[in-house]
């Protein structure tokens, strides 16, 4: 299994771009985590989505933040328009079920200037 | 999500000394599973604690959950440098979300 697979590794765009991460999940996983870690701010839930429905968005910090499923097995992560305050390292994480132990993906470190 | 305190947030120790991280809940957990980040790396899941008073052992690792099932304990013997990392609890207290949210971690630094 190759594991959570998250694109791209590294991301550097100037302040107001969009930027896009994507995830895909482990096959056979439910539950799809989207995390960001910042050295102030820790490793925070940003959203999670069971089946590919969204159960809670309520740690998306602002309307810029946007995060779907179009099926079972990818997950996009969108900021737009972006701000150097999104700098991060942006994971995403997949479970069997909810309380499942979690497999992250390598992250997407994003750097807005 | 479910909020847990740990402590302490930094810890300097001598190759080969003992370290202890906890992880305190003011609620109920249903379980909790602890996970360790290396530097530069991904948060790896280490193991999961159900029952009350529950105790398990990976190796030097001494996972601890607490009988009233609200706090919890790593402990690691005689660390290694490859102990290096964040060790972070994630709580579970059932349902919806929580369980999902992570603790600050305990950023763990092994003098040689």
């Known amino acids: 299994d190759a594991g959570v697979i998250q694109s791209p590794r590294h991301e550097v765009t100037e302040m107001g771009q969009e930027v896009t991460l994507r995830c895909k999940l482990i096959s056979g996983h439910n539950s799809l985590f989207w995390y960001r870690q910042t050295m102030m701010r820790g490793l925070e839930l940003l959203i999670y989505?069971?089946?590919?429905?969204?159960?809670?968005d309520s740690g998306m910090p602002e309307d810029r933040f946007s995060a779907k499923m179009p099926n079972a097995s990818f997950s996009t992560l969108k900021i737009q328009p972006s701000e150097p305050r999104d700098s991060a390292v942006y994971f995403c994480?997949?479970?069997?079920?909810?309380?499942?132990?979690?497999?992250f993906g390598n992250g997407t470190r994003l750097t807005v200037t | 999500g479910q909020q847990v305190m740990q402590i302490p947030q930094y810890q300097h120790v001598q190759e080969g000394e003992d370290f202890t991280t906890y992880c305190n809940s003011s609620?109920?957990?249903?379980?909790i599973q602890w996970y360790k980040q290396r530097p530069g790396g991904h948060p790896v899941f280490l193991i999961q604690l159900v029952k009350s008073g529950e105790v398990k052992k990976q190796k030097r690792l001494t996972f601890q959950f607490g009988e009233a099932k609200k706090n919890s304990s790593l402990h690691i013997t005689a660390t290694q440098t490859t102990d290096v990392g964040t060790y972070f609890c994630?709580?579970?207290?059932?349902?919806?979300?929580?369980?999902?949210?992570f603790g600050k971690g305990t950023h763990l630094i092994i003098q040689p």
């Open positions: 609620t109920t957990l249903s379980n």
């Open positions: 994480a997949s479970s069997l079920m909810g309380s499942s132990p979690l497999h």
């Open positions: 994630a709580p579970y207290s059932g349902g919806g979300a929580d369980g999902l949210t």
């Open positions: 989505f069971n089946n590919n429905v969204p159960i809670d």
